[in-house]
């Protein structure tokens, strides 16, 4: 068998590699759930059965695993998994996690409700946490730099005490989140009778490289999302896609470092977009652009004091009794342009607000402050076109490029109407909706014709409309005309707009991909080999 324990030995040392050992474990609320978690080794799944789990001590746990090997904690498919702390005492879990997963539990009651002690690359996604003392999640502990978070797709609801939906590092740089995603959840009610503060999400100073994306979050007591300055850590932090009412104070409050996009706020009781010195942050290095506001108490976009560059670009901002854009202080360091309201322009004489007409702008725009509502623009009011291209955003609310469009307002305009989501108070619908742009050759929405140009003069105008003076299909070729068969139908080798159409190539090669190589065959030659040579010897 020597020849045989060499060839395999060959073979392993290949790259047959077996895969890592994981466990599957299963438990219910009658288990020891917290001895479990704290037994999970790297690769493990923890799958919790439907049920509610009591806790009534300290729930702490501390897990380190790795990219390939990581830890997963979950329902069970189906399961309505609900861990509850009936008192305050303490928080419901207290813990700490390297490349570790939390899927689909809910938390309510305790204290505050998740205390993070430590994360890099933790995920909390799909979870529910409501009804808590305090605060909901919190990320805090003095001198920790939390890193490469993310937190998707969770409910945060009711809360209580100071009542912020996420608190997310500490005052004065004491403690960070660096490089995190925090990306489409739902944030709701954190305005209680007895709540103090109750900010939708809080991102405390010094943190940095972070990006709050597709939340919906209304009905806060303290502003729906507040970030204060990077320190000097890292990059700005991203703020986009988020639609905001209610909010008690700002829509958004930022101090410094900060971009600032595509996010749509239909009320608050102060500003919708406030830039505001805070703590050591002061307004500067920060863009405000494509944003769509209504406010019907204070102004749509305040300004404070800027000390750095600050773009205010590409708005739709509807104030009623107030300014639609407000600069405080000298605006030495702020750029504004392409922006469309009603308001007015306060604190500065640059040319940037174009005069618009709730009304007529919007499909079924209001000052109500909450849903329902169309803010989508109409194909005549003010947005379509009107936004300065030095600095469109890459794309828009529904996450749909903006090229071709420059469009001012949260959304890019397409003749066939709103392709995305509708608001309403629940998860936003993140779905990337594709619209094509005139002259990419693909006839969309909205577009009667589509050359691959926009050159007008051919046929298809630079609007992607048929041009009228043309006369293709007429049968006399013209100097504008590749071919003219005597009628505008496509398909018949010349197109309605009298070009040659091309023949698809034929592709039902069936060659391999280039540069692509199939896995190498020889490991598997060498165990070939030695069964073979095993079965020669055993004869």
Known sequence: ??????????????????????????????????????????????????????????????????????????????????????????????????????????????????????????????????TTADVALRMNDAGVTYRNVRILRNHIHDTGGTGEGMYLGCNDDGCRLENSLIEGNYVHNTDGPAVSQGDGIELKEGSSGNVIRDNVIHDTNYPCILTYSAAGNGTANLIERNVLWNCGDHGIQSAQDSIIRNNIILGAVVDGISLQPHQSGIPG????????????????????????SVVVANNAVYAEGASAIRIVGSDATVIVSGNVGVGGLEGTTQDGLATGDLTADFIDAHLDGAPPIDCYPTSDGALPGAADPAYLAADDFNGTDRTGSADAGAYRFDAGGNPGWTIIPDFKDATPVVVGACGDNVLDTGEECDDGNTTDGDGCSASCLIETSASCGDGVLDDDEACDDGNTADGDGCSATCALEKKEADSGCGCSTPGRRGSAPWPWMLVSLAALLLFRRRR
């Open 1 to 130: 068998m020597k020849s045989l324990s060499f060839f395999l030995f060959l073979a392993i040392s290949a790259g047959m590699v077996l895969p890592a050992r994981a466990v599957l474990i299963e438990a219910g609320p009658a288990d020891d759930v917290e001895a479990l978690i704290n037994a999970l080794a790297p690769g493990d799944e923890l799958v919790l059965a439907d049920g509610q789990y009591t806790i009534t001590e300290r729930f702490s746990f501390a897990l380190v695993a790795t990219e390939q090997t990581p830890i997963l904690i979950r329902a069970a498919d189906g399961a309505s998994v609900h861990f509850h702390r009936p008192d305050a005492n303490q928080n419901i879990w207290d813990f700490s996690g390297t490349w570790v997963t939390i899927r689909g539990l809910r938390f309510s009651g305790g204290s505050a409700g998740l205390r993070v002690e430590g994360a890099d690359h933790l995920t909390i996604e799909d979870c529910e946490i409501d």
């Open 285 to 308: 290095n920060q863009i405000i652009s494509h944003n769509t506001v209504f406010n019907s108490g204070g102004s749509a976009i305040v300004v404070r004091q800027a000390a750095g």
